[in-house]
């Protein structure tokens, strides 16, 4: 059961140009929303957060965006550098700390 | 930097063997965690763990599987009879707390059963 969907693959951006990263889920019981970034052979690195009581945050050249009604989060990289080429993975929880569901996952690529 | 740490990083084992699976959370942390991503697929939750017994567990996470923390640092995923769909990454995590979102994730291990 796919709660949590990426429903692109893969992205290649310019350098110094946005990134922008789409993720759709199903559950309207889910209140908390997490980015996390991948490199080969590692796991997982949280990267920013967002609950369900706002509709934007920031940190630095990343900002999560939350769309309740239309079950849609999107995270924008501003911008991008070739450090940020990796797998990023949305995530989502409808009881905090405990159980979240992954989404499959965006390659992203920025090239010099 | 406080970081998961896991080992094997790659364990290969036959079918119907036992496998441990060791995981050293951030020491301060209360909160623990098993998922696993099989090549090409989607990070799945298995297990959530605290105060010594199991917190959720997700469909995967029949009878084979088991955790345990042994002692006050590291934190065991066990298979009892690997079969060839077990063969993923397993990755350990960590939080802080109940209230606290960010999960620390360990390096992974490979589990290749053949």
């Known amino acids: 059961d796919q709660q949590v969907k990426q429903n692109s693959p893969s992205l290649s951006v310019q350098e110094g140009r946005i990134s922008i990263l789409n993720c759709d889920y199903t559950n309207s019981m889910f209140d908390y929303f997490l980015w996390y970034k991948k490199y080969p052979a590692e796991g997982p690195t949280f990267l920013i957060s967002?609950?369900?009581?706002?509709d934007k945050n920031e940190d630095g050249r990343f900002t999560v965006f939350l769309n309740k009604s239309a079950k849609h989060l999107s995270l924008h990289i501003v911008p991008s550098q070739p450090g940020d080429s990796a797998v990023y993975f949305c995530?989502?929880?409808?009881?905090?700390?405990?159980?979240?569901?992954f989404g499959t996952g965006t390659s992203l690529t920025v090239i010099p | 930097e406080p970081e998961v740490t896991q080992t094997p990083s790659h364990q290969v084992t036959q079918m119907g063997q036992e496998v441990i699976l060791r995981c050293v959370p951030i020491s301060n942390h209360l909160y623990f965690y098993w998922y696993r991503q099989i090549l090409g697929q989607k990070v799945e939750f298995l297990v959530s763990f605290y105060n010594n017994e199991i917190s959720e567990k997700s469909e995967i996470f029949d009878d084979q599987f088991s955790v345990e923390r042994p002692d006050g640092s590291n934190f065991t995923l066990k298979i009892r009879s690997t079969k060839l769909e077990d063969s993923a990454m397993y990755f350990c995590?960590?939080?802080?707390?109940?209230?606290?979102?960010?999960?620390?994730f360990g390096p992974g291990t490979r589990l290749t059963v053949t």
């Open positions: 967002i609950s369900s009581i706002k």
């Open positions: 995530a989502a929880s409808a009881d905090t700390g405990n159980q979240f569901y």
């Open positions: 995590a960590s939080t802080k707390d109940r209230g606290a979102y960010e999960q620390y």
